[in-house]
């Protein structure tokens, strides 16, 4: 049930993209993004509902593929301040668990001056 | 300002004790939940509670308890029979289909 993200790290130069995915096997309601500096709590970014939209602020924006209970979280012209551990949580419509979240692993991505 | 608030930021324990966690929350928060993070594991859920009075359990509840006597606050007591305790917990509410907002955590480590 837990979600499966791709890829597990990812090491950028400022101003290049990145692209981190979150996939199912459970049909979803809903996915979390968040991001976590080392040692801190984990920051909420955005929340994608069933539906198939997308979202965005500032350069990182979000979409969510309901045929394939993926969502993809798209990060552009990378800035020092996006290193951090990114992680999705899913909600899934089965099993009365609305509102419980299942985190993937999470994925670290490194953005080098 | 509101938030949730995590005490100790680090805590010991000794073999065969019980140690409790503290999570206060003034967000009004109807729903709170209890996490632990392992290295490389993501967050897996020990326990969440909807409601004041009532609780459930997550994936990896064995060794832990809660309890829900107040809408601010979800203590979780680690026991003396969750043999691995070494983890960062992390403590978090919302409300409705909201994100969930997190604590600043506890890290735990055994003497």
């Known amino acids: 049930q837990q979600p499966v993200q791709s890829p597990q790290a990812v090491i950028l130069r400022e101003g290049e993209d990145a692209v981190i995915n979150c996939s199912s096997s459970?049909?979803?309601?809903?996915v979390h993004w968040y991001r976590q500096k080392h040692g801190e709590a984990p920051v909420f970014l955005m929340i994608l509902l069933k539906g198939g939209e997308q979202k965005g602020h500032d350069k990182i924006s979000a979409s969510f593929n309901e045929k394939k209970q993926q969502s993809s979280l798209y990060l552009t012209a990378s800035q020092l301040s996006y290193s951090g551990t990114y992680f999705c949580?899913?909600?899934?419509?089965?099993?009365?668990?609305?509102?419980?979240?299942?985190f993937g692993k999470g994925t670290k991505l490194s953005v080098k001056p | 300002d509101g938030g949730i608030t995590q005490s100790p930021k680090y805590l010991f324990r000794k073999e065969g004790q019980n140690v409790t966690l503290s999570c206060e929350q003034n967000l009004n928060h109807d729903a709170m939940y209890w996490y632990r993070q392992d290295p490389g594991q993501g967050l897996r859920l020990i326990y969440y509670?909807?409601?004041?009075?009532?609780?459930q359990k997550g994936d990896i509840a064995e060794g832990y308890s809660v309890s829900r006597e107040k809408k601010e606050s979800f203590p979780l007591t680690v026991t003396s029979a969750q043999k691995n305790p070494t983890a960062f917990y992390l403590c978090?509410?919302?409300?409705?289909?909201?994100?969930?907002?997190f604590g600043d955590g506890t890290r735990l480590s055994i003497l």
């Open positions: 978090a509410s919302s409300v409705g289909n909201q994100p969930q907002h």
């Open positions: 949580g899913t909600e899934m419509i089965e099993g009365g668990s609305q509102g419980n979240l299942i």
């Open positions: 509670s909807q409601i004041v009075n009532d609780f």
């Open positions: 459970k049909a979803l309601y809903s």
